[in-house]
C-alpha cells in the first residue's frame, strides 16, 4: 500500500503556451477519508483543452480559474481502496472530478458517474469516447446541430477525442462526415480509422477550396472547436439554415497577441444561421442517456476509440503542452496505475 501522494500543483500563469515552470510536481502524505469519504486511487488522468483556460494569462483568460499551489483541475478514472461512506463500496470504478494527482478523498459530490465494465469497452474510453468527450460531441451534434439524414457535417479538431466522435455520430445518424485536421497523417486517420467521407488539411493552401471541392452541395452543420479564422472562413460554405454548435475556441487558447474575430456576420443574417456556444455541463440531464448510446456503439466496433497515452503522472505536464501543439492523436490521457 503507498504512504505517498503524488500531485501536480499549478504554479504560474503562461503568457501563450504553457511550459514547464508552470506546474510544481509534489509528494504529500496519502489522504485518509473521515466519516462519510473514501479514497480513491487514481487510475488514468483526462488531459483536455478546457484546462488551459483555468489557468489565466494572457488577453483571453485573464484571471484563470486556479490559484497558484492549487491542484490542476481534472478528470480521472479510479477505484475506491477504503470507504466510511455507505454509497461507495471498496472496488467501485469511479469517473470524477479528483486532479492531476495519484489518489484523492471525496465524499462524493465531484463525483460523476459510476463505470460498469462491459465486453469490448476499454476502461480509459469512459474518460474518452464513453465520458465527458463522447458526450460533448453527443450533445453538441444532437441537441444542437440536430443533423438529418443525407446532410453533410463538417467539423474542425477531427483528430482530437471529441472531434473525432463527432463524425464518427454524424456517419450512424445517416450523415456525410468532413472533418478538418492538420497534417496529411491525422487526415488519414480520420478517414482510414474513423470513417469520415473526406478530411481536409488546413496546415495545406486554400482550406475553403478543399472543403468546398469535397462538399459541392455545401455544408448543413458545423461543429467547431477551433474558433478564430477557421471559422470565419467557413461561414460563406454554410447552407442557409445550418446550425454551428460552438464547443471550443482552439485557436485563441494560446494567444498573447490580438485575436481573430468574426468578419462575415453579415452571412448570419443572410444565411439565417444558428450559432450556439455550449457546455459539456448545460446537457448533464442527458448524460446517462448519452453514455449508454456511446458505450453501446464502441462496444459494438461502430464507433472507434483512438488515445495518445503518457506514462506517470510527472510527465502530465509535457502531455499537456503537447496536446495544446496539437501531437496527440485523439484522447489525451496518462495512465496512474
Given at each position: 500500500m503507498p504512504t505517498m501522494n503524488t500531485q501536480v500543483l499549478f504554479r504560474a500563469a503562461p503568457a501563450g503556451m504553457p511550459t514547464q515552470d508552470c506546474f510544481d510536481i509534489v509528494e504529500t502524505p496519502l489522504p485518509r477519508p473521515d466519516d462519510g469519504q473514501f479514497l480513491v486511487e487514481n487510475l488514468y488522468l483526462s488531459l483536455d483543452p478546457y484546462m488551459r483556460m483555468l489557468m489565466g494569462g494572457g488577453w483571453m483568460f485573464r484571471g484563470g480559474g486556479l490559484t497558484p499551489g492549487q491542484i490542476m483541475v481534472g478528470r480521472t478514472i479510479?477505484?475506491?481502496?477504503?470507504?466510511?461512506?455507505?454509497?461507495?463500496?471498496?472496488?467501485?470504478?469511479?469517473?470524477?472530478?479528483?486532479g492531476w494527482q495519484t489518489h484523492a478523498v471525496s465524499d462524493g459530490g465531484n463525483i460523476d458517474f459510476r463505470i460498469t465494465p462491459r465486453d469490448n469497452v476499454p476502461l480509459s474510453a469512459y474518460l474518452g469516447a464513453c465520458g465527458n468527450s463522447g458526450t460533448t460531441a453527443w450533445f453538441g451534434l444532437k441537441l444542437i446541430g440536430a443533423p438529418k439524414p443525407g446532410e453533410t457535417v463538417l467539423v474542425s479538431a477531427a483528430a482530437g477525442s471529441v472531434g473525432s466522435v463527432v463524425g464518427q455520430l454524424a456517419k450512424v445518424w445517416g450523415c456525410r462526415a468532413i472533418g478538418i485536421a492538420g497534417g496529411d497523417e491525422k487526415c488519414a486517420v480520420v478517414t482510414g480509422e474513423f470513417g469520415f467521407d473526406?478530411?481536409?488539411?488546413?496546415?495545406?493552401?486554400?482550406?475553403?477550396?478543399?472543403?468546398?471541392?469535397?462538399?459541392p452541395n455545401g455544408v448543413d452543420v458545423y461543429f467547431d472547436n477551433v474558433g478564430g479564422e477557421m471559422l470565419d472562413g467557413i461561414l460563406p460554405l454554410l447552407n442557409n439554415y445550418a446550425r454551428v454548435p460552438v464547443c471550443g475556441v482552439l485557436?485563441?487558447?494560446?494567444?498573447?497577441?490580438?485575436?481573430?474575430?468574426?468578419?462575415?456576420?453579415?452571412?448570419?443574417?443572410?444565411?439565417?444561421?444558428?450559432?450556439?456556444?455550449?457546455?459539456?455541463?448545460?446537457f448533464?440531464?442527458?448524460?446517462?442517456?448519452?453514455?449508454?448510446e456511446l458505450a453501446n456503439l464502441v462496444g459494438s466496433g461502430k464507433l472507434r476509440v483512438r488515445e495518445t497515452v503518457a506514462e506517470g503522472l510527472a510527465n502530465a505536464p509535457s502531455a499537456f503542452i503537447d496536446m495544446l501543439n496539437g501531437a496527440n492523436m485523439g484522447k489525451q490521457l496518462v495512465k496512474l496505475r
Open positions: 479510479g477505484r475506491v481502496t477504503k470507504t466510511q461512506n455507505e454509497n461507495f463500496a471498496e472496488g467501485d470504478l469511479i469517473v470524477g472530478g479528483l473526406a478530411c481536409c488539411n488546413y496546415k495545406a493552401d486554400d482550406l475553403a477550396g478543399q472543403i468546398a471541392a469535397v462538399a485557436s485563441q487558447y494560446n494567444a498573447d497577441g490580438d485575436w481573430q474575430g468574426v468578419r462575415n456576420t453579415r452571412l448570419i443574417f443572410d444565411k439565417r444561421l444558428r450559432l450556439q456556444g455550449f457546455l459539456q455541463s448545460d448533464a440531464d442527458r448524460g446517462d442517456v448519452a453514455r449508454a
